[in-house]
């Protein structure tokens, strides 16, 4: 019977993938940077470009488009800070953003995977 929930659950698209969560220490990508960043350019073509090049770095784990003070916010995973700046100046030799702001992680208080879903 639960074997059978989560093939109608595949089907249906609720379960979306199946992964395994690996220890980013362990498999050395121990530093995690929250990348802001903004732009002058708003249009789709614009955004269709910008958003295949960021894609299409694995250190690129997490990628929105945002409201607010910034357009674009990504966590980034990589072995050190001079590999995040190896990143980064890959990144800037391929797209404009007008302004980027980078927050290293001292501390993961909370990581989860799990949506809350008491109202299911």
Known sequence: PCWRRIQKMEEEGVIVRRVAVLDPKK???????????????HSREWL??????????????????MSGEVDYLMRVVV?????YDD????LIARVSL???????AMEQIKYTTALPLEDL
């Open 79 to 83: 072995a050190s800070i001079d590999a």
């Open 87 to 90: 990143f980064y100046q890959r």
């Open 98 to 104: 007008s302004d980027v702001s980078s927050t290293f």
């Open 27 to 41: 498999v050395k990508v121990p530093v995690s940077v929250f990348m802001a960043g903004r732009t002058r350019e």
């Open 48 to 65: 269709d470009s910008f958003s295949k090049v960021v894609t299409s770095f694995p250190e690129v784990v997490e990628f929105y488009r």
